[in-house]
C-alpha cells in the first residue's frame, strides 16, 4: 500500500484539506492508500484542523474526523512513498531536514495537475475566498494524483 504525506506550515488549513480530500477521493476511486499530513512548525501540535476550513470543507463532503497538527518528523521521510508540500517555503524547509537517499519523494503538490500557480496559498489571513480556493487547487491536484496511483 502506498503512503502519502501532505505537508503544510501549520497543518491546521492546507495540508488537513489535502488529507481530508484526498482520502474521499482515493476511498472513491477503489484505491487503498495510508494518508496523513503534518506542518513544519510545531506551533498548533495537538489542536484539530482550522474551523473555517472545516466548514468549507465539510460543505463539500469532506471529512476531517481525528486530525490533529502533528510536526513533521525525521522517520516520515523514510515512512512515506510521496511527501507532498503545500508551497516552496515548504518545499525548501523539508528537502533542508530530508535526508539526500529521500529528496526524490518530496514535491510541490500542484506539480501534479500542472497548476501554473504551483503553491496552495495560505489562506490563514485571508477570507473566505483563500479557503475555497485552497479546496478547488487542491481536489484538481487529487485527481492527478489519483490517475498517477492508479498507473502505478
Ligand atoms: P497552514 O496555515 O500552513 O495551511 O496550516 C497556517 C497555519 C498557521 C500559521 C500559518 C499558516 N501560523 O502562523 O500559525
Known amino acids: 500500500m502506498k503512503k502519502v504525506l501532505f505537508v503544510c506550515l501549520g497543518n491546521i488549513c492546507r495540508s488537513p484539506t489535502a488529507e481530508a480530500v484526498f482520502k474521499k477521493m482515493a476511498k472513491e476511486a477503489g484505491l487503498k492508500v495510508e494518508i496523513d499530513s503534518a506542518g513544519t512548525i510545531a506551533t498548533h501540535t495537538g489542536e ?6 472545516m466548514e468549507h470543507g465539510k460543505k463539500r463532503g469532506y471529512s476531517f474526523h481525528g486530525q490533529f497538527s502533528r510536526k513533521v518528523k525525521q522517520s516520515d521521510f523514510q515512512y512515506f512513498d510521496h511527501i507532498f508540500a503545500m508551497d516552496k517555503s515548504n518545499l525548501r524547509d523539508l528537502l533542508a531536514q530530508c535526508p539526500q537517499e529521500f529528496q526524490h ?15 496552495v496559498p495560505d489562506p490563514y489571513y485571508g477570507g473566505d475566498a483563500g479557503f475555497e480556493r485552497v479546496l478547488e487547487l487542491v481536489e484538481n491536484a487529487s485527481t492527478a494524483l489519483i490517475t498517477q496511483l492508479k498507473s502505478a
Open 48 to 53: 484539530a484542523p482550522d474551523s473555517r476550513s
Open 105 to 119: 519523494k518530496v514535491q510541490l503538490f500542484l506539480t501534479l495537475s500542472g497548476d501554473p500557480e504551483q503553491e
